[in-house]
């Protein structure tokens, strides 16, 4: 059994975050419930702060909140001192609902409409990465009608993609995001931005992959984007205050997963700008990173209760939960892989393996395939690790299943930051049948 954070196993033989029982959490908020360790967060959040502080570079580490945005987490950034990417109205939306200071917000997206641009601007967000022609012609027509100056970085593909262990270089980026930096594309955009006197050109952003075990494909990546920087500084005399390297540091959702602790990936980040800015005579540039999985990934845990079961003779042994690919599709749509005890028998010793299907009408909602438990029953309590990320976030109304709540726990007291969904709020939207009869 792997635990996180300052999950533990007490000597009722339950499992406990952050202080808090976890079959006392799902007596008192129901399951499925999400179970935030908020320590570890923080501790996550500190250990990427604290390497660029240590190498004493000048640095924002914003959470990419679309791993997990609710007005909770967005303030628990902003008690960290994170920034915070957001990738549409709606998440910056939350942001400022939860009076995130903006300046430290950075605009992402590759499809942002006028009236996303003109909230963020109103607003006075810190920064806009624009990712194609289309936007930097809206931004710099937004700004004119409206007398704003912004900041922007341009989303460059540098022809770097990285997945888990492995990273490929591609001659000719195939990608909906960002300006390709080899085509001519990116210099381009340069040209335009800095022609511009209300936009003030920061520096170039790039976002290799997620869920990245090495930090090869970053090297690279930083390699290529300076080669082009020298090449714009001999002919523009542009050069980059800063450069954004994106998220997608990898997390261990099994024991088949081995990342690099979150200060590694940094540390050889930083080495390497720093080798290419002297190489290049350039001054070192301010480096921002968007983590977003690597934050918030490992410290979220789903706690659901077993239901039916059902044995297929010869084959294997389904148990069902009362959630399933509407609180995480990650296994239905990457085949992604989690671990899980009985959080109400967590010393019991495996017996059975088991494979754990959710509650939807979909054959493809399982949420683990062939894992070891104790023997269960209807009423036990599953807790699946490394849900925080991409769980809650992802969530959907699939057969009109309400999404779960969260709870932040730490220091033995409960929070519960986002409440159960109703029967009420599912049809909420609908228009009434007496409306539809009147029309
Ligand atoms: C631009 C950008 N930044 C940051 C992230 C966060 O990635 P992760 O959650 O893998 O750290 C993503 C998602 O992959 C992204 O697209
Ligand atoms: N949603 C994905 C990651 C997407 C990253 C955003 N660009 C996941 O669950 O792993």
């Not at 920064?127 to 700004?143: A, G, M």
């Not at 959702?253 to 800015?277: F, K, W």
């Amino acid at each position: 059994m792997h635990l996180n954070g300052t999950s533990k196993v007490n000597d009722k033989g339950h499992l406990e975050i952050g202080g808090l029982d976890t079959v006392e959490l799902a007596e008192q908020f129901g399951t499925p419930l999400y179970v935030y360790d908020v320590s570890l967060i923080r501790e996550r959040a500190r250990g990427f702060k604290q390497t660029f502080e240590k190498l004493g570079v000048t640095a924002q580490v914003a959470y990419a909140s679309k791993a997990f945005s609710t007005i909770a987490m967005v303030q628990l950034a902003d008690e960290e001192g994170l920034s915070l990417d957001v990738v549409s109205g709606g998440e910056l939306y939350t942001a400022l609902a939860a009076e995130f200071p903006p300046e430290r917000i950075h605009f992402h997206g590759n499809n942002k409409s006028k009236e996303e641009l003109e909230m963020a601007l109103k607003h006075g967000v810190g920064c806009i990465v624009v990712d194609n022609f289309f936007e930097l012609e809206l931004l710099q027509s937004i700004c004119e009608v409206t007398e704003t100056n912004t900041k922007i970085l341009l989303r460059v593909t540098p022809g770097v993609e990285a997945h888990t262990h492995e990273y490929i270089t591609t001659g000719q980026a195939d990608s909906k995001f960002g300006f390709d930096l080899q085509n001519g594309q990116a210099e381009k955009a340069m040209k335009m931005a800095l022609k511009s006197s209300k936009i003030e050109l920061l520096g170039l952003h790039c976002h290799i992959g997620s869920q990245i075990f090495e930090t090869a494909g970053f090297i690279v990546a930083a390699k290529k984007i300076f080669e082009k920087l020298n090449e714009w500084k001999e002919s523009y005399a542009f050069e980059s205050k800063v450069l954004n390297l994106g998220g997608g540091f990898g997390i261990r959702y099994t024991n088949e997963d081995h990342p690099l602790p979150a200060g590694r990936y940094v540390e050889e980040i930083i080495e390497e700008v720093q080798r290419q800015a002297d190489h290049f005579a350039m001054n070192m540039p301010e480096i921002w990173i968007e983590p977003g999985r690597s934050l918030v990934g490992d410290a979220g845990t789903t706690l659901y209760t077993i239901g039916s079961s059902k044995e297929v003779p010869n084959v294997r042994k389904y148990i069902a939960v009362d959630g399933g690919m509407s609180d995480n599709i990650r296994p239905a749509l990457y085949q992604a892989k989690y671990e899980a005890i009985l959080a109400n028998r967590a010393l019991e010793k495996t017996e059975e393996t088991v494979s754990v299907a959710g509650k939807c009408c979909e054959s493809g909602d399982m949420l683990i395939w062939d894992i070891p438990l104790p023997k269960s029953d209807h009423n036990d309590l599953l807790a699946v690790f490394c849900t925080g990320a991409y769980g809650y976030a992802m969530a959907n109304n699939y057969n009109r299943i309400p999404r779960p709540p969260v709870v932040f726990a730490e220091n033995g007291e409960s929070k519960l930051v986002v409440r159960r969904e109703t029967y009420e709020d599912l049809i909420r939207l609908d228009s009434s049948i007496k409306e539809k009869i009147n029309n």
